[in-house]
């Protein structure tokens, strides 16, 4: 069964900073990789899709990569702003949908 | 882009009551839709997965005739949550997948906070 792991937990960095939010998986045989962002009480808002083909792709200041051998994602955040603040998750689309665990992100103004 | 309407956002219902949300794609036809539940601090649980004109397969540990899912068009799927319970409080999510199917990613729903007291 796909296990999906999202380090850090939880994150806090000074407005400004760029971060990395990490994604694992145990399964290499996906369709694609999304990163979501959720605000608190809120649902998901799709970030950015990589297909399993692809390496990386790039949104404003998100970019996010996709290591499908060995199991890995990364979201960059670049210049983080207080906006930003929300819980990112990834999943994987394999046989199903698979969520990680989130990270929790605070940027402190 | 492909949306997904997702309604009501927020419900308070007596324990014992049932309650039904509605997930409508609205620019495209969801030959798949997915509904997900979230606890507090956890992360998103499948909980069945719809195909339209056909039974909803679920997850296991979800009880099927308590929460009843309706795929009968390619744009509306509905979770009735019968004879709810407080411990049935949580967040639920559906998204829907387009004809494109995996590779066209996924649309969510704006997710409804379901309190039962």
């Known amino acids: 069964k796909q296990e999906v792991t999202q380090i850090p937990a939880a994150l806090s960095v000074p407005e400004g900073e760029n971060l990395v939010l990490n994604c694992s998986f145990t399964?290499?045989?996906?369709?694609?990789l999304q990163w979501f962002r959720q605000d608190p009480g809120k649902g998901l808002t799709s970030l950015l899709l990589?297909?399993?083909?692809?390496r990386e792709q790039t949104s404003g200041r998100l970019n996010a990569s996709l290591d499908k051998s060995s199991g890995r994602s990364t979201l960059y955040i670049a210049a983080s702003q207080p906006g930003d603040s929300a819980t990112y998750l990834c999943a994987v689309v394999g046989n199903q949908f698979y969520f990680g665990t989130g990270t929790s992100l605070t940027v402190i103004p | 882009g492909a949306v997904v309407s997702q309604h009501p956002s927020r419900v308070i219902c007596k324990s014992g009551t049932s309650v039904k949300i509605e997930c409508r794609s609205l620019d495209f036809q969801a030959t798949t839709m997915f509904w997900y539940r979230q606890f507090p601090k956890q992360s998103l649980m499948l909980m069945a997965t719809?195909?339209?004109?056909?039974?909803?397969?679920?997850e296991q540990g979800v009880e099927k005739d308590k929460f009843l899912i309706n795929h009968a068009s390619l744009t509306l799927s509905t979770l009735t949550v019968t004879s709810a319970h407080p411990e049935d409080s949580s967040f639920y999510i559906c998204?829907?997948?387009?004809?494109?199917?995996?590779?066209?990613?996924?649309?969510f729903g704006s997710g409804t906070r379901l309190t039962v007291v």
């Open positions: 998204s829907a997948r387009a004809r494109g199917g995996e590779r066209d990613g996924y649309t």
């Open positions: 399964d290499s045989a996906i369709y694609n």
């Open positions: 719809s195909n339209e004109g056909s039974k909803a397969t679920y």
């Open positions: 990589i297909q399993s083909s692809q």
